[in-house]
């Protein structure tokens, strides 16, 4: 009796077993078919914790019809990080890379390194077409474009109303309110980034081109500096040699001086538009007096113009789906997605039109400054070599108190000469 119930029983059972296997199996396959019946385009860009790009990822995903999927990767935080990673996977004709975030001082260098793809006929044309200008031209190397403007950045100053009723126009009008307010004994510090790194080199290079100069030559052969970069390293070395001076100056980058401003201590700020909700989340009884003003000028009868920032989409030259790359970099930039990350991630957009966008204009009240800025902005040196230029300026003029100016632009000019005529990719 009970050998014939379990001789029964083992049937029902089996039965049941190879019922829910099979319907396991074909759900999977269901399932399956939608992650692998279309191809996933791998997008590696700086980690963004607002959710900005995930979300323009996921659209753009949505958008393709099934045609393809976003994946997008977060790359290291430090921008050195980000470009050693992918350098290595690049000089190993990695295939797994299809769009790349690259900062903009990267196309040049990886475009000569025939790692990214050129932008050419009717994906150029969207390319460009209602872009900022000056962006175009971090993505641009010998005439030909090698990536989409993403989203761009520039610095403004940032200054306390409380303490600064009219914002200085010129660096030499700014050291002169902050040699008062100490002697006043009020706050009186000019936070701007000392520390031996690529924002040091900013610093240097906006100062050279609002003097009317430039670091290297229109052909990018040579340096060209000069009077200049004479004048650029002595409003260094005056401002870290004067009472403006943070003693934490020569170790400072943009989120130390947020937090110093935030902290009550200073009247002026150079920095990018993240402090402005930094400052109303961080500290509302001076975010009342927080106020900005265009970047100061050398010369009070010639306009600033502060070094452009940002990231460029491009097309790796291994991506097995190329195609698709450019479509989905086109997507991933366009209106909603910029005027998102803007919002949400605070990230200035390239794109002319959203300067008018009424959403746009309520979170960014400092707008109409960001895009007078951009639209005279200077670009950093647009040469493969960039790494060892950048290295050879922030090196030679750190710490900024101990700048010699006119031996360290000779120093400069020596070093950039020999890095551009060096052969072969910075480690």
Same mark, same amino acid.
């Given at each position: 009796m009970h050998a014939r119930r379990?001789?029964?029983? #083992?049937? #029902?059972?089996?039965?049941?077993?190879?019922?829910?296997?099979?319907?396991?199996?074909?759900? &999977?396959?269901?399932?399956?078919d939608e992650d692998t019946s279309r191809p996933t385009l791998d997008w590696y860009n700086f980690p963004?914790?607002?959710? /900005?790009?995930?979300?323009?990822?996921?659209?753009?995903?949505?958008?393709?019809?099934? !045609?393809? #999927?976003?994946?997008?990767?977060?790359?290291?935080?430090?921008?050195?990080?980000?470009?050693?990673?992918?350098?290595? #996977?690049?000089?190993?004709?990695?295939?797994?890379?299809?769009?790349l975030g690259l900062d903009v001082t990267w196309a040049a260098e990886f475009?000569?390194?025939?790692?990214?793809?050129?932008?050419?006929?009717?994906?150029?044309?969207?390319?460009?077409?209602g872009t900022l200008r000056v962006p175009l031209r971090t993505a641009t190397w010998k005439g030909k474009l090698y990536a989409v403007p993403y989203?761009?950045?520039?610095?403004?100053?940032?200054? !306390?109303?409380?303490?600064?009723?009219?914002?200085?126009?010129?660096?030499?009008?700014?050291?002169?309110?902050?040699?008062e307010l100490a002697r006043r004994g009020e706050p009186h510090y000019v936070e701007i980034q000392g520390a031996q790194y690529e924002g040091?080199?900013?610093?240097f290079n906006s100062l050279v081109n609002s003097a009317g100069g430039s670091i290297l030559d229109p052909s990018a052969t040579e340096p060209s500096l000069g009077p200049p970069a004479v004048r650029a390293a002595s409003i260094m070395r005056?401002?870290?040699?004067?009472?403006? &001076?943070?003693p934490s100056l020569p170790n400072q980058m943009e989120d130390q001086n947020r937090l110093a401003m935030e902290s009550g201590v200073a009247a002026f700020e150079i920095n990018y538009p993240f402090v402005y909700p930094s400052m109303k989340a961080n500290n509302p009884r001076l975010f009342k007096d927080f106020r900005w003003a265009p970047y100061p000028r050398v010369d009070a009868g010639r306009p600033s113009r502060p070094t452009v920032g940002g990231i460029d989409l491009a097309v790796? /030259?291994?991506? !097995?789906?190329?195609?698709?790359?450019?479509?989905?970099?086109?997507?991933?930039?366009?209106?909603?997605n910029q005027l998102t990350a803007a919002l949400e991630g605070g990230l200035p957009p390239t794109l002319r039109a959203l300067y008018d966008d009424p959403a746009f204009m309520k979170q960014y009240p400092f707008s109409e400054e960001v895009l007078s800025s951009l639209e005279r902005a200077s670009v950093r040196p647009l040469t493969p070599a960039y790494q060892n230029v950048s290295i050879a300026v922030s090196h030679t003029l750190s710490p900024p108190s101990e700048i010699e100016p006119e031996s360290a632009v000779g120093t400069i000019g020596e070093q950039i000469d020999r890095a551009l005529r060096s052969e072969g990719v910075i480690p």
């Open positions: 379990g001789r029964t029983g #083992r049937p #029902r059972r089996t039965r049941a077993l190879v019922a829910l296997t099979l319907l396991a199996s074909a759900l &999977a396959a269901c399932g399956g963004d914790d607002s959710g /900005a790009l995930q979300q323009a990822a996921d659209r753009c995903s949505r958008a393709s019809g099934g !045609r393809y #999927r976003i994946s997008y990767h977060k790359l290291p935080r430090a921008a050195d990080g980000q470009r050693q990673q992918l350098v290595r #996977r690049l000089a190993a004709e990695d295939d797994s890379l299809d769009i475009a000569e390194a025939r790692w990214i793809r050129e932008w050419t006929g009717e994906t150029k044309r969207r390319a460009t077409e989203n761009t950045n520039i610095q403004l100053l940032w200054y !306390r109303e409380d303490l600064v009723p009219t914002p200085p126009k010129t660096w030499s009008e700014m050291l002169n309110m902050s040699r040091l080199t900013v610093w005056d401002l870290a040699n004067s009472p403006a &001076a943070d790796s /030259a291994y991506s !097995r789906h190329p195609d698709l790359a450019f479509e989905a970099a086109l997507c991933l930039r366009d209106r909603e």
